[in-house]
T-cell receptor, first 113, second 112 residues
Framework: SAVISQKPSRDICQRGTSLTIQCQVD?????MFWYRQQPGQSLTLIAT?????????ESGFVIDKFPISRPNLTFSTLTVSNMSPEDSSIYLC??????????FGQGTRLTVV | AQSVTQPDIHITVSEGASLELRCNYS??????LFWYVQSPGQGLQLLLK??????LVQGIKGFEAEFKRSQSSFNLRKPSVHWSDAAEYFC??????????FGTGTSLTVIP
């Protein structure tokens, strides 16, 4: 298993601003994943963050909107840039062991007003 | 490509009744399959997983799931539902690169 600490847990932000979400894992992992869960919907993978290389973004997500940092094997950040109300979602950090499952932080509940 | 389908968006059951949540997957090789539960305002918790061996797997909180390769299904069951089981349930398949693909979820309501 893995213990994942994510912060902030929630925030209310003005449109046009940016928010950086931090994710700390209690063990070294090669890959960290960022998901978005829009209200009443399932999880959508935003990107995969590898230490020492550029993040890999899924279709529909771009680096300019969701820049990701991965400075070491236990930490990552996701920035939601130039926010609009459509960005209101829960953002989840995750690590996974294929046979063990995916483990998630508690999520960041973002409201853009 | 990997995908997961949960055909039931919302299910309502009476407390003490049995429960079955459906999950169908699409995956080229032997899948790694998981069920997660998300209570209101909470993160996702792993209920159970399957990757090989016995096709009936036991999980936490009295849940079990059965892998049926012929039907590409991994349905979640519980013999007697408790009010605290009311939550959102997600089926997921693990793919290459340790990525996970999630179904759209089934919302469970438990009535007294």
């Amino acid at each position: 298993s893995a213990v994942i600490s994510q912060k902030p847990s929630r925030d209310i932000c003005q449109r046009g601003t940016s928010l950086t979400i931090q994710c700390q894992v209690d063990s070294q992992v090669t890959m960290m994943f960022w998901y978005r869960q829009q209200p009443g919907q399932s999880l959508t993978l935003i990107a995969t963050a590898n230490q020492g290389s550029e993040a890999t973004y899924e279709s529909g997500f771009v680096i300019d909107k969701f820049p990701i940092s991965r400075p070491n094997l236990t930490f990552s950040t996701l920035t939601v840039s130039n926010m609009s109300p459509e960005d209101s979602s829960i953002y989840l950090c995750s690590v996974s062991r294929l046979r063990g499952g995916a483990f998630f932080g508690q999520g960041t509940r973002l409201t853009v007003v | 490509a990997q995908s997961v389908t949960q055909p039931d968006i919302h299910i309502t059951v009476s407390e003490g009744a049995s429960l079955e949540l459906r999950c169908n997957y699409s995956y080229g090789a032997t899948p790694y399959l998981f069920w997660y539960v998300q209570s209101p305002g909470q993160g996702l918790q792993l209920l159970l997983k399957y990757f090989s061996g016995d096709t009936l797997v036991q999980g936490i909180k009295g849940f079990e799931a059965e892998f049926k390769r012929s039907q590409s299904s991994f349905n979640l069951r519980k013999p007697s539902v408790h009010w605290s089981d009311a939550a959102e349930y997600f089926c997921a398949v693990g793919g290459t690169g340790n990525q996970f693909y999630f179904g759209t979820g089934t919302s469970l309501t438990v009535i007294p």
